[in-house]
């Protein structure tokens, strides 16, 4: 059984950044790796993802302000996010896939508890 376990989350002003940081209970060489959020009444939201060789794809809405990177070592996702809005409020999830695809529209079979991020 997989355990993914996030922190970093927090209350930041517009402008500002945070990184999240998601620690897994395997190896995750062999797995997809992404970050989703969620907001109250809006729909889940793919945010970044890692294939299991390594190719990067953002969302639309944080092209050019989040990075996503993994340490294979030390089986921990990473999100940086910067120029963070108001809009980028939600409950950030780590999310992990074994054996399916790796999109960000895929179902993703491990999840974190989440994380809280508020943007004033």
């Known amino acids: 059984h997989v355990q993914l376990v996030e922190s970093g989350g927090g209350t930041v002003q517009a402008g500002g950044s945070l990184t999240l940081s998601c620690r897994a209970s395997v190896p995750i060489n062999r797995y997809c790796l992404a970050w989703f959020r969620q907001a109250p009444g809006k729909e889940r939201e793919g945010v970044a993802g890692i294939t299991r060789d390594g190719a990067i794809t953002y969302g639309d809405s944080v092209k050019g302000r989040f990075t996503i990177s993994r340490d294979k070592s030390n089986s921990r996702l990473f999100l940086q996010m910067n120029n963070l809005k108001p809009e980028d409020s939600a409950r950030y999830f780590c999310?992990?896939?074994?054996?399916?695809?790796?999109?960000?529209?895929?179902?993703?079979?491990?999840w974190g508890q989440g994380t809280q991020v508020t943007v004033s």
């Open positions: 999310v992990a896939e074994r054996y399916g695809g790796c999109a960000l529209v895929s179902n993703y079979g491990y």
